[in-house]
């Protein structure tokens, strides 16, 4: 009988983590979650009867290197082998560039771009070591073209792109796969800090605000089976941003056509959340 393939998450308490860890506990995986809020993982845990046999819990803070190789090991002593890392914790909070202090700086990169590397690193050095593996990162379609109001976020994940894309060339001669998963805007808790800033309006233009079902849709039909670089969701969307980033000056000329969009539905969002 051929073992259930393994997993490790962050950001499992909430969100896409939270549903990815349902949905791959409820297939049979052995599945590791982690999360910096372990009262509400715990919580959720004992909510849906995860059985203790194939999940473990543990608190981490995403941003502590020292952290992440402990957490690493924990999952190997439970587990064996670790067939699938996935880095999905996150953070946002919209506002303009000359508004920011330097704790907000320092919280978008730690959590979003340094909390992937040092997670990515971590599994990289258990797969190396095993022969195989796959890292799946959770970027933005904010890491394709910048997106005014958040400046911050665009940038860190712009960031965890350009990493997973690189890490991506490094792993494959050791047989280790990494995929960069940049979605359009999810109705996540990350949404709910955006109510009533203006800054945030660019975020709510999208056609659709995607489920975190969809998500997870994705990533265990595409992303897990096929493996590839990169998976923008949707694709069209992913061209426009792709388009709008070779030639920036559109920005001046498509951004206020968004940006009012964008005020309508983030109006409409709250008020049905109300």
């Known amino acids: 009988m051929k073992a259930p393939q393994t997993f ?66 924990e999952a190997v002593a439970a587990f064996g082998d670790l067939d699938v890392a996935m880095n999905i914790a996150g953070y946002m909070l919209a506002g303009w560039i000359h508004e920011f202090p330097p704790g907000e700086v320092d919280r978008h990169f730690d959590i979003n771009a340094k909390g992937v590397i040092y997670g990515t690193q971590a599994a990289a050095r258990r797969m190396m070591k095993q022969g195989y593996g796959h890292i799946i990162n959770i970027a933005s379609i904010a890491a394709l073209a910048p997106i005014p109001g958040v400046a911050l976020y665009s940038a860190a994940k712009y960031a965890v792109r350009a990493f997973s894309l690189a890490a991506a ?37 999208t056609p659709k605000l995607f489920s975190v079902e969809d998500i997870a849709r994705v990533i265990l039909e595409r992303a897990i089976p096929r493996r590839p670089m990169e998976i923008v969701i949707p694709a069209h969307r992913g061209w426009l941003a792709h388009v709008t980033n070779m030639f920036p000056q559109l920005a001046f000329k498509l951004g206020p056509f968004f ?14 959340r109300d």
């Open 169 to 205: 060339q490094e792993l494959r001669p050791y047989n280790v796969y990494v995929t960069a998963i940049c979605p359009d805007a999810v109705r996540t808790p990350l949404l709910d800090p955006q109510k009533g800033i203006e800054a945030a309006a660019l975020v709510f233009s």
């Open 259 to 272: 940006r009012k969009r964008g005020e309508t539905r983030q109006a409409e969002f709250f008020a049905r």
């Open 8 to 73: 490790f998450l962050t950001g499992a308490a909430s969100g896409i983590g939270q549903h990815l860890a349902d949905k791959l506990i409820a297939q049979g995986g052995c599945v590791f979650a982690t999360d910096i809020n372990f009262d509400a993982l715990a919580a959720h845990a004992q909510t849906r009867g995860w059985p203790e046999q194939r999940v473990r819990l543990r608190r981490l803070d995403v941003r502590d290197p020292a952290a992440w190789p402990e957490a690493i090991d």
